[in-house]
Nanobody
Framework: QVQLVESGGGLVQAGGSLRLSCAAS????????MGWFRQAPGKEREFVAG????????AYAASVKGRFTISRDNAKNTVYLQMNSLKPEDTAVYYC?????????????????WGQGTQVTVSS
């Protein structure tokens, strides 16, 4: 069992930055691939970024590539999402998720555990 707790969300102006954190419980964090998803009001949950268990492979949605960076610190059982050049359309609840095996980064069904989410609001 893995429990995930996101933090770092908030209100920021367009063009600003935020860093989200996702702290995981358990001693097996380093064996899980991790992903960030987001869901805006009235929209489906969408993939944002993913990182392999060892951190050597990353993946990004086209809409955030070049602006967001995913990283992890396995010693701290934490995955991060650095978000720069934020836009109003980035406004959403952001979720982190853990997967034993990922076939497709953007497939939410591949992820076994989910956090409760943290709200990110970008004002124009």
């Amino acid at each position: 069992q893995v429990q995930l707790v996101e933090s770092g969300g908030g209100l920021v102006q367009a063009g600003g930055s935020l860093r989200l954190s996702c702290a995981a419980s358990g001693r097996t964090f380093s064996t899980y691939a991790m992903g960030w998803f987001r869901q805006a009001p009235g929209k489906e949950r969408e993939f944002v970024a993913g990182i392999s268990s060892g951190g050597g492979t990353t993946a990004y949605a086209a809409s955030v590539k070049g602006r967001f960076t995913i990283s992890r610190d396995n010693a701290k059982n934490t995955v991060y999402l650095q978000m720069n050049s934020l836009k109003p359309e980035d406004t959403a609840v952001y979720y982190c998720a853990a997967a034993r095996t990922v076939l497709r980064w953007d497939t939410s069904a591949d992820y076994d555990y989910w956090g409760q989410g943290t709200q990110v609001t970008v004002s124009s």
